[in-house]
């Protein structure tokens, strides 16, 4: 049966092709500054005639707090059957700079290596192509369990719709188990399940020492920098080494999982050579299992165009990623705490709190986890691994809290070479191929082993 079902998807990738094609020429972005809000209106329309060929009922937009178009249905399986939500997102994020794209970023192009690139090819229309492909292999309408389909229509912009929807539309939701489809493996080739992400706290702080601007030649040296101040206040939130050491948050937490190689995350991340790597624990500890800050700009003169000035006000925007068993609130309470005992020379901070997210732990002891082992061992030929993302999703918590004793697991095609978010993103079909294969394995697997 395996061996008829991996020949099934293998002659379905011609169709997979021809999908993402489509899929990745509509630009949908949804921002309505950037692009017509009629493009993620005619992907979402794509999604629904899609999705009920291949086999769902009830296919349909809902329209979300936020604006945004979800679209959804449903399949019924056996009576006695678990029931399995298939997740993923259709809109996209902006292409960036066109001209750092090798090929059109919304024409799906081969390249020599044989990956497919595309603005989306991986995050996440490869894992709504993934998806497809899985429910024709499965025959397209008589499948082994209780199916429900949500695909998200603003997820880049990260406005919440869906994750206000969940509590507003349950129903659309509740499943035993819940595939998120917005990750994927580890490293090219290596079946990884996503069991937990980082949380963040985030905020802006302005430092403030002098009335107004002064002429640097008349009153630099005793006259307080803003500017200095606070270069002095963001050094604090990292030692020597480059941990970070928010005052209060735990710092040598160990992360029990995969390991990821120092000289991978250096080519994955892209650090120049010569750069070291920051912190004293292993890259996966700090990656997954410890708070990481973050600058993400400063307020200040640029350089073309500065003067001779000493800063009077100036203002940085700080994340804060906080690892799971950390509290986001207490994480954001200690880094405002932070900030102002750090303040020299008696200047003035403010901390204004952007917002946070909590962290997100998966149960990994369930029989939907041991169904997408035993499938990803069959497909892959090697144990599937558990990896951290430093990343968020914050809709993954809202699941959690709304459906309890759900058992969530976020796979997906995307890995390190897709450079999702990036220019020339791609995703290699092979990882689609061998992933639309593990989803079909399992909910057969799954609607046996529970039934």
């Known amino acids: 049966m395996t061996s008829d079902l991996r020949e099934t998807v293998r002659g379905l990738m011609p169709r997979a092709k021809a999908d993402l094609t489509e899929l990745v ?8 500054r950037q692009f017509p809000p009629e493009e993620c209106a005619k992907a979402a329309d794509w999604l629904v005639t899609a999705f009920t ?25 056996p009576a006695d059957a678990p029931t399995v939500l298939l997740y993923c997102h259709y809109d996209v994020q902006p292409p960036l700079d066109d001209k750092a ?23 996440c229309k490869g894992n709504v192509v993934m998806h497809l492909t899985a429910l024709r292999a499965l025959g397209g309408g008589d499948f082994p369990v209780n199916l429900k389909f949500v695909a998200e229509g603003s997820e880049e912009q990260g406005t919440g719709g869906l994750e206000q929807l969940v509590p507003q539309q349950p129903e659309l939701f509740e499943a035993d188990a819940l595939l998120i489809c917005d990750t994927g493996n580890f490293a090219l080739g290596l079946p990884t399940v996503t069991a937990t992400l980082r949380g963040l706290a985030n905020v802006v702080v302005t430092v403030s020492t002098l009335k107004g601007e002064m002429h640097s030649g008349m009153f630099g040296g005793p006259a307080p920098d803003a500017l200095a ?21 735990d710092s040598e937490a160990r992360w029990e999982g ?63 990623r906080v690892p799971p ?12 705490a932070h900030l102002k005992s750090e303040a020299p020379w008696g200047a003035r901070v403010e901390v204004e709190p952007e917002g946070s997210g909590q962290p997100f732990r998966a149960a990994t002891d369930g029989p939907a986890y041991k169904a997408l082992a ?6 892959y030929g090697t144990e599937m691994v558990r990896s951290g993302q430093g990343g968020s999703i914050p809709l993954c918590n809202v699941l959690a809290n709304q459906f309890p004793g759900a058992e969530i697991a976020l796979i997906g095609v995307e890995e390190p070479g897709c450079l999702i978010h990036a220019p020339n993103e791609s995703v290699h079909p092979d990882e689609i191929e061998r992933m639309a294969l593990a989803e079909a394995l399992f909910l057969r697997e799954y609607g046996r082993s529970a039934s």
Request: with cysteine.
């Open 53 to 77: 060929e291949a086999g769902l009922t009830d296919m349909r937009r809902v329209t979300t707090p936020d604006g945004s178009d979800a679209v959804v249905g449903r399949a019924d399986g």
């Open 101 to 123: 794209w090798r090929t059109p970023p919304f024409a799906l192009t081969e390249g020599t290596d044989g990956r497919w690139y595309g603005r989306g090819s991986a995050d």
């Open 374 to 379: 035993t499938a990803m061992r069959e497909v």
């Open 25 to 32: 020429a509509v630009p949908s972005v949804a921002d309505p």
């Open 325 to 336: 068993g950390m509290d986001a609130d207490e994480a954001l309470a200690a880094l405002t």
């Open 229 to 249: 101040a606070l270069v002095r206040i963001l050094d604090s939130l990292r030692d020597e080494r480059g941990n970070t050491v928010v005052k209060g948050l």
């Open 258 to 320: 995969v390991a990821y190689p120092a000289e991978q995350f250096r080519a994955d991340a892209g650090v120049l050579d010569g750069v070291g790597l920051l912190g004293s624990g292993t890259i996966a500890d700090e990656l997954w299992a410890r708070p990481a800050v973050t600058v993400l700009g400063i307020d200040c003169p640029p350089v073309v165009g500065s003067a001779a000035a000493i800063q009077a006000s100036v203002r940085a925007r700080i994340n804060l």
